[in-house]
């Protein structure tokens, strides 16, 4: 049993009423969650970086887009090599047996490519809208533990008639605890949101530039 002198995180926590409890498991719940969030889009973002300076090289290095469109195989990997491969195969099937092209072919090709870049881009930004609502709503939920901890610390006082500030510390301290742990989900999930987006933006970015010369490449050949 927990003594009222002890103000450890542990003890405010176990004295605390059911209902803040929940409210405080609830915070923690969250932050670990984006927490977890935060470490996989970290690495994810890592990783399509990597892999688009990678392609990047390679769609450079002068080798012809077809070998290199059957190099990569019917599965490939990176986000910027899904949206090569969806503007070759829209290219290949825009040839008729004969050689020549069907028309519009350009407009499906660019077609394609935003397709995959609209699916490439929901895969980075999944979950981010866990960290906006976290740091949103995290806060106000911490007030809301806070504010039933504090009425049901003035009603034991009221009960025990007693102000003196030894009766009344422990109360106020386990209430406000909800409250520091919805400011400790709710900071990080503010930052790294703004990061992430930032990051996720950027790639996307990179992606929508590749596929503009790409496009620009295949134009030129289609026009001559």
């Known amino acids: 049993m927990e ?31 984006c927490w977890a969030i935060i470490v996989d889009k970290t690495l994810q973002y890592r990783r399509a970086r ?9 769609f450079w290095s002068g ?12 599965a490939p990997q990176g986000s910027a090599e899904v949206i090569f491969a969806a503007g070759m195969t829209e290219w290949r099937r825009s040839h008729r047996q004969d ?5 519009g072919a350009q407009a499906r090709i660019d077609r394609s ?33 806070t504010v039933f901890g504090i009425m049901n ?14 009766v009344v510390a422990p109360g106020i301290a386990e209430a406000l605890l909800a409250t520091g742990l919805g400011l400790l989900a709710a900071i990080p999930a503010v930052i790294f949101y703004n990061k992430l987006s930032a990051d996720a933006e950027r790639i996307i970015a990179g992606y929508e530039a590749f596929a503009d010369e790409f496009s620009t490449i295949l134009s030129r050949q289609l026009d001559s």
């Open 153 to 166: 610390a003035f009603i034991e006082i009221a009960e025990a008639q007693n102000t003196n500030l030894a």
């Open 99 to 103: 050689g020549d092209l069907i028309a």
């Open 50 to 58: 990597r892999d688009a300076d990678r392609f990047d090289a390679l």
């Open 113 to 145: 490519m935003d397709v995959a870049i609209a699916k490439e881009a929901g895969k980075l930004q999944k979950g981010l809208s866990v960290l906006a609502t976290t740091g949103a709503v995290a806060p106000f939920v911490g007030l809301f533990g």
């Open 63 to 74: 080798e012809p887009l077809d070998q290199l469109f059957d190099d990569l195989g019917a």
């Open 3 to 33: 003594t009222m002198s002890d103000y450890t995180m542990w003890a405010l926590f176990a004295r605390a009423t059911i209902l803040v409890k929940l409210v405080m498991l609830a915070l923690i719940a969250a932050s670990v969650w």
